[in-house]
């Protein structure tokens, strides 16, 4: 399975402002997907990312809120643009990869706790 | 529409069998997906079934049957540290580009008693 390594794991950030989240993979992989995870609910995808290409956004995500960059097949970024205290979540970027017996599942990030003030 | 229905909670005992169920309506079907999550964590992969029938991974077991739209999720022989929420997800055909994604239910909260 992919490891990916998330950063940062949390923050407390001003509204008004921008923070960016990142993503590296042990692997190369060809998508990734960035979701979002308010406290008690379940995950909403924002984004899928391909390298190369733009980002394909969910219905309610707009790419100038939540800009992607995704310059390599290990690598993307999410920012969470002009932040309002709505932004508090979990975020999240996923990657399919291989798990056992040949099957692919998705394997999440360590997750980053924003708290927006 | 495309639409995943999980319980919200669920109670158990340690050292019972629980199932939690999973229903789903999508507009294509590719496999189907069970995480455990652990407040504070990320989801961490249990299951995956793409064909009807039985997988089984220790405690954990995963049914599949595509005909009713319905999956389960045995655990048994429940430890405390199974406590934890339960997501089912689904991997359905989209337009072109973009059918790797998840549909994901709102997960069943898990909690195991002494």
């Known amino acids: 399975s992919a490891v990916i390594s998330q950063k940062p794991s949390r923050d407390i950030c001003q509204r008004g402002t921008s923070l960016t989240i990142q993503c590296q993979v042990d692997?190369?992989?060809?998508?990734m997907f960035w979701y979002r995870q308010q406290p008690g609910q379940s995950l909403t995808l924002i984004a899928t990312?391909?390298?190369?290409?733009?980002?394909?956004?969910e219905s309610g995500f707009v790419i100038d809120k939540f800009p992607i960059s995704r310059p390599n097949l290990t690598f993307s970024t999410l920012t969470v643009s002009n932040m309002s205290p709505e932004d508090s979540s979990i975020y999240l970027c996923?990657?399919?990869?291989?798990?056992?017996?040949?099957?692919?599942?998705?394997?999440f990030g360590s997750g980053t706790r924003l708290t927006v003030v | 529409g495309q639409n995943i229905d999980q319980p919200t909670e669920m109670t158990a005992t340690e050292g019972a069998i629980v199932q939690i169920n999973c229903t789903y309506q999508?507009?294509?079907?590719?496999?189907l997906f069970w995480y455990q999550q652990h407040a504070g964590e990320a989801p961490t992969f249990l299951s995956y079934?793409?064909l009807d029938g039985l997988e089984e991974k220790g405690r954990f077991s995963s049914f599949l049957s595509r005909s009713k739209g319905y999956s389960y999720l045995l655990l048994k022989e429940l430890q405390m540290k199974d406590s934890a929420s339960y997501l089912c997800?689904?991997?359905?055909?989209?337009?072109?580009?973009?059918?790797?994604?998840?549909?994901w239910g709102l997960g069943t909260s898990l909690a195991v008693n002494p």
């Open positions: 996923s990657v399919e990869s291989r798990k056992d017996r040949g099957h692919y599942g998705y394997t």
């Open positions: 692997s190369q992989v060809t998508m």
């Open positions: 990312a391909n390298q190369g290409s733009e980002a394909t956004y």
């Open positions: 999508t507009s294509g079907f590719n496999g």
């Open positions: 079934n793409v």
């Open positions: 997800a689904v991997r359905a055909n989209r337009n072109a580009g973009n059918n790797r994604k998840l549909i």
